[in-house]
Nanobody
Framework: QVPLVESGGGSVQAGGSLRLTCIADVNIGNGYCMGWFRQAPGKKREGVAAIYTGVGSTYYADSVKGRFTISHDSATDTVYLQMNSLKPEDTAMYSC???????????????????WGQGTQVTVSS
């Protein structure tokens, strides 16, 4: 079990930026997919970004490419999601998730991730 705790959410105007943080309570190590997912009211949860720890490969949903950046600090076991040029449609509850993977590839499919944090709310106003 790898408890995950998210922070950094808040309210921002369109065009603004936020940086989300996901801290793992224990050492994650290499070979994990660390993903960020979001769920807006009345919508299904969707994958936003993921990173394969150790290798550093990153994966993004088309809707956030060029605006969001995911990164992993192995020294502190922290995953970040830098969100720039935010839009009202980015409003959602953002959750961090973890998956140990031998495939060296991270899918943005929530069903594959067994470990989740509680989430942090992001609200973007127009």
């Amino acid at each position: 079990q790898v408890p995950l705790v998210e922070s950094g959410g808040g309210s921002v105007q369109a065009g603004g930026s936020l940086r989300l943080t996901c801290i793992a309570d224990v050492n994650i190590g290499n070979g994990y997919c660390m993903g960020w997912f979001r769920q807006a009211p009345g919508k299904k949860r969707e994958g936003v970004a993921a990173i394969y720890t150790g290798v550093g490969s990153t994966y993004y949903a088309d809707s956030v490419k060029g605006r969001f950046t995911i990164s992993h600090d192995s020294a502190t076991d922290t995953v970040y999601l830098q969100m720039n040029s935010l839009k009202p449609e980015d409003t959602a509850m953002y959750s961090c998730a973890a998956l140990f993977s031998r495939r060296a590839f991270c899918a943005l499919s929530q069903s594959e991730y067994p470990i989740w944090g509680q989430g942090t709310q992001v609200t973007v106003s127009s």
